[in-house]
């Protein structure tokens, strides 16, 4: 029998909490650099360097612990994840390297198979795996460290969504309601196929789709949740409105929530976010989907609403629900109305 992989926390679940990471940030110099286009200031998913006019490399690295049993599986998906901060900037990939924590005493078949997932998504992105580093751990944690490239004007930042931009999400929500329902036998069949479909699925193709239109912001939602994520977007200048019906979600996963399969990380993004948003009318169930942490999640993109629908005709295409879910607005006492 295989052994098994599951952590306490899997996926991007078992990121620290905005709130401690903010803490932590806060104390860090910034280096005034001008050919550091995006550092860590506005919370956005990779660091952009210029380094000649028509050429900036974006860099990224992200690993953790398992969420499902299959090894091949969660490489594909922690490759995925990775892969995900280029493409929210914009970026192509060009080289990766694996990050691998295994225990020494566990069979190595198993992180054959993971590195094997990883390097297939990898090939996928059009990249390579180009070296890497492992520790023995008592845990099994993986992921990449990625380089890609952007063209400097062509850059893709989380912060500059304007009044009157539509918002679309590219992928559904409920991971880590589902992993955590999987994680008790309580899910069904159909529900767990789907996260794995999405988690599997590259930004990639979502990303080339949007390079044709004028958007104004994008990011991609993770472990900090789809408001969480939005809160950086708005990032104090403007505000968004949510209308909680229109928002993909695998099927399931309210009920799910409405069950009480919610998640530790889920809990921390609400204690971060909850000052800013006002819920007029929301089921605590869908409070929770919106609270609840993604792993490979989708990008969330703001744009003129006279591209958004066109846009969203080709998104539909790669197979995932996905839609348009709100709207950005002038700043309001709230930073976030979920209707």
Do not use: W
């Amino acid at each position: 029998m295989e052994e098994k992989l599951f952590c306490k926390t899997g996926g991007c679940g078992a990121k620290l909490g905005p709130k401690k990471l903010s803490k932590v940030l806060s104390l860090l110099d910034k280096k005034n650099d001008p050919n550091l286009l995006v550092g860590f200031d506005h919370s956005d998913d990779a660091a952009v360097y210029r380094v000649a006019d028509d050429l900036a490399i974006v860099h990224t690295l992200d690993f953790f612990p398992p969420m499902v049993e299959d090894p091949y599986t969660f490489g594909q998906i922690a490759a995925a994840n990775a892969l995900s901060d280029i493409y929210a900037m914009g970026g192509d990939v060009t080289t990766a390297l694996n990050i691998v924590c295994f225990p020494d005493e566990m069979d190595l078949n198993i992180l054959g198979k993971i590195m094997m997932g990883g390097n297939d998504k990898v090939i996928e992105a059009g990249g390579v795996i180009a070296g890497g580093h492992s520790i023995n751990d008592t845990d099994v944690k993986y992921g990449l460290s990625v380089t890609g490239r952007v063209h400097p004007d062509k850059l893709l930042r989380n912060n500059g969504a304007i009044p009157g931009d539509t918002l679309i999400l590219t992928k559904p929500l409920g991971i880590g309601i589902v992993t955590s329902a999987k994680r008790v036998g309580q899910v069904s069949d159909e529900a767990f196929d789907m996260a794995v479909k999405s988690m599997t699925t590259l930004n990639k193709y979502a990303s080339e789709i949007i390079r044709k239109y004028d958007v104004h912001a994008c990011t991609d939602v993770t472990g900090f949740s789809l408001l969480g994520h939005l809160m950086e977007m708005v990032g104090g200048e403007v505000s968004a409105n949510i209308i909680s019906a229109d928002v993909p979600r695998i099927r399931g996963a309210v009920r799910y929530a409405e069950n009480f399969m919610i998640t530790a990380a889920g809990q921390r993004n609400r204690n971060f976010v909850d000052d800013n948003v006002e819920f007029h009318g929301v089921p605590f169930g869908m409070e929770e989907l919106l609270f609840d942490p993604q792993t490979s999640g989708g990008l969330l993109i703001a744009l003129p609403r006279e591209e958004a629908y066109s846009a969203l005709e080709e998104i539909k295409k790669i197979g995932l629900p996905c839609g348009i879910v709100g709207s950005i607005t002038e700043r309001k006492e709230k930073a976030i109305d979920v209707f």
